[in-house]
C-alpha cells in the first residue's frame, strides 16, 4: 500500500468523523473465563484462545501467557502498524524493521512482599530498529508521529480513567 492508497481508504472515515464526531466513538472489548482448575484466565483474542497465568516470578509454571508480557506485545503490535502506516502516509520507504518492547517489573509488590515496591511497570523502552534510507529528520518526524497516534502508547503514556467492579451473576442477569 502507497500513500495515495492509504488517504484514500482514509478520506471517506475522516470526513465522516468530522461530520459525526460520535460516529468515531468505539468501544473496544475483551472478555476472558476464569479457568475453573487453575490459576488461569483464558482470553478471546479475535484470532485464537489465549490462556493467561501466573508468571513463573509469582510462582506459575510458565505455561500460560503473563498479562505483563501481553501488555508489551500489544504495545509492539499497536506500534508497529502505526509505525508503518505513518512511514506509507509520508511516503518513507522501510526495507524491514523490528519493533521491541521491555519493561522493567518488581514482583515484590505484586507479590505483597514489599507494601513500597510498584505493583506494574516500572520503565517500558520502545525501540525500533528500521532499515530506511531516511534522513534524520524523516526518522525523528516517523518517530514523533507514532508516539503521537500509536493508541496503545499514548494510553499508556497519559493513563485513561480506570474502573473497575465486581457483579455477581445474579446481578448481572437483572442489569
Same mark, same amino acid.
Given at each position: 500500500? +502507497? ?10 472515515? /475522516?470526513?465522516? =468523523?468530522?461530520? !459525526? ?7 473496544? /472489548? ?6 475453573? +482448575?487453575?490459576?488461569? %484466565?483464558? &482470553? ?19 505455561? !500460560?501467557? %503473563? ?6 506485545? @500489544?504495545? *509492539?503490535? %499497536?506500534?508497529? *502498524?502505526? *509505525? /508503518?502506516?505513518?512511514? $506509507? ?9 523490528? &519493533?521491541? @518492547?521491555?519493561? +522493567?517489573?518488581?514482583?515484590?509488590? $505484586?507479590?505483597?512482599?514489599? /507494601? @513500597? ?16 534510507? @531516511?534522513? !534524520? ?9 507514532? !508516539?503521537? =497516534? %500509536? &493508541? *496503545? =502508547?499514548? $494510553? ?20
Amino acid at each position: 500500500m +502507497d500513500a495515495d492508497a492509504l488517504r484514500a481508504l482514509q478520506a471517506p472515515l /475522516k470526513d465522516r =468523523y468530522r461530520q !459525526e464526531a460520535d460516529a468515531a466513538l468505539v468501544t473496544l /472489548k475483551a472478555e476472558g473465563r476464569l479457568d475453573a +482448575d487453575a490459576i488461569a %484466565c483464558k &482470553v478471546e483474542t479475535g484470532r485464537a484462545l489465549a490462556v493467561a497465568g501466573l508468571h513463573p516470578a509469582t510462582g506459575g509454571s510458565g505455561l !500460560e501467557l %503473563c498479562s505483563g508480557d501481553m501488555l508489551l506485545e @500489544a504495545l *509492539v503490535a %499497536c506500534a508497529g *502498524v502505526t *509505525v /508503518k502506516a505513518v512511514a $506509507t502516509a509520508l511516503g518513507i520507504a522501510l526495507r524491514d524493521g523490528r &519493533v521491541l @518492547a521491555e519493561g +522493567d517489573l518488581d514482583f515484590r509488590g $505484586t507479590l505483597g512482599v514489599d /507494601k @513500597a515496591a510498584p505493583v506494574g511497570f516500572r520503565a517500558i523502552r520502545l525501540r525500533f530498529e528500521l532499515d530506511t534510507e @531516511a534522513g !534524520e529528520a524523516e526518522v525523528a518526524t516517523l518517530l514523533k508521529l507514532t !508516539e503521537r =497516534y %500509536c &493508541v *496503545v =502508547y499514548q $494510553t499508556l503514556n497519559t493513563r485513561p480513567e480506570l474502573t473497575a467492579e465486581i457483579v455477581r451473576p445474579s446481578t448481572a442477569a437483572a442489569a
